[in-house]
């Protein structure tokens, strides 16, 4: 039995408080993980609020987790005590489907969330399978590396996906928590990169964060003027948008990739995709076997999400900076 000390909202849209609850004996495929660093995703106020309609509460939010490996399962594989391994969205898989087997453990139907129907990372100790603790690569700032298991794998895996081209003229929708990491990524891949913003004051330092122009969303004129010119378009919100204009914008057989949580279904003109032979898709993180090429790709390039940082004992007030919107542009927690 470990006893863990945390914080935890007790209804939708609570305030968190100090919890405390006992973690049973350790399996023997699971890891505990001693936390130093926990990042604050919109993802865990969407299940503060019960926005998906999951949530049980009580419920410790948090899946960005950075921390030593304090305890180890007798079948636990790559894993051993006072590893520093990151923790993301996926605490579990099967490990015998076919999604499993096939490397794609995120898409496995039996997947276990860290937030969900369990307990995540605002506490001093959380607990995950073997598989899902991403070892950190030598040299991870682990200061700012939380937020790289969820925002970073969400606009990682759509490169891979994508089969992107350090050729290809690409554009990011929302320079936020998880647009101005895709930037970076794209800028290190090779592709020209267009950023859409509709906030003007942010141009110079969007452009400093890699992007090769940036585009007024709210500009009818300047998004005319691209229009039939993108490889790809990631976006990165999760409000209802003027989806035909995206659309327009992308080059013949271009791709438009979501990774925002538009709660509202999106009105998508097949028109458009037809004569262009375009294509419209999504997807959630990414595997754990590309987690780790994904931080050894940041190592590598110094490649970063800004934080700002809060200690634990202020969640609330950390919560609170990032749903006002003023975060720039991820907020992390320490222990």
């Known amino acids: 039995m470990r006893t863990v000390n ?7 849209g609570a305030k968190l408080n100090p919890f405390q609850y006992e973690l049973p004996d350790i399996g023997s ?5 001693k936390v130093h660093y926990c990042g604050i995703c919109h993802s865990d106020l969407s299940m503060i609020k019960n926005e998906w309609g ?6 410790v939010p948090g899946h960005e987790v950075i921390g030593e490996v304090v305890s180890v399962g007798s079948e636990v594989k790559n894993i051993k005590q006072h590893d520093l391994v990151g923790l993301g969205w996926n605490s579990a898989s099967c ?10 453990h995120h898409l496995c139907q039996s997947l276990e969330g860290t937030i969900v129907g369990r307990h995540g990372g605002f506490a001093d100790y959380v607990r995950c399978h073997w598989s899902c603790a991403i070892p950190l690569p030598e040299g991870i700032d682990v200061k700012k590396a939380g937020p790289l ?20 003229k690409v554009g990011v929708i929302g320079i936020g928590g998880l647009g101005h990491m895709a930037l970076k990524f794209l800028n290190k891949w090779g592709c020209e990169v267009i950023a859409f913003s509709s906030n ?6 969007i452009l400093a964060m890699g992007a090769t122009k940036v585009i007024n969303s709210r500009d009818p004129e300047q998004l005319e003027s691209i229009a039939g010119s993108l490889n790809f378009i990631l976006n990165t919100t999760n409000v209802t948008l003027d989806w035909n204009s995206y659309l327009i914008a992308l080059a013949p057989k271009g791709r438009f990739h979501n990774v925002g949580a538009v709660l509202e279904p999106m009105a998508i003109p097949t028109f458009t995709l037809l004569v262009g032979e375009k294509s419209v898709g999504s997807s959630p993180i990414g595997s754990p076997a590309l987690a780790r090429t994904m931080l050894e790709f940041c190592v590598r390039h110094d490649i970063y999400p800004m934080v700002e940082e809060f200690p634990m004992e202020n969640v609330n007030d950390a919560i609170e900076h990032l749903e006002s919107g003023n975060a720039r542009y991820r907020v992390v927690l320490k222990i």
């Open 6 to 12: 945390a914080y935890a909202a007790d209804g939708p």
């Open 29 to 33: 495929d699971q890891v505990d993980i």
């Open 54 to 59: 999951m949530t049980q509460f009580p419920i």
């Open 95 to 104: 490990m015998h489907c076919n999604q499993c087997m096939d490397g794609s």
């Open 149 to 168: 298991l969820c925002g970073g794998i969400t606009v990682f895996n759509p490169i891979i996906l994508a089969g992107i081209k350090p050729t290809d």
């Open 200 to 205: 003007p004051d942010k141009k110079d330092q």
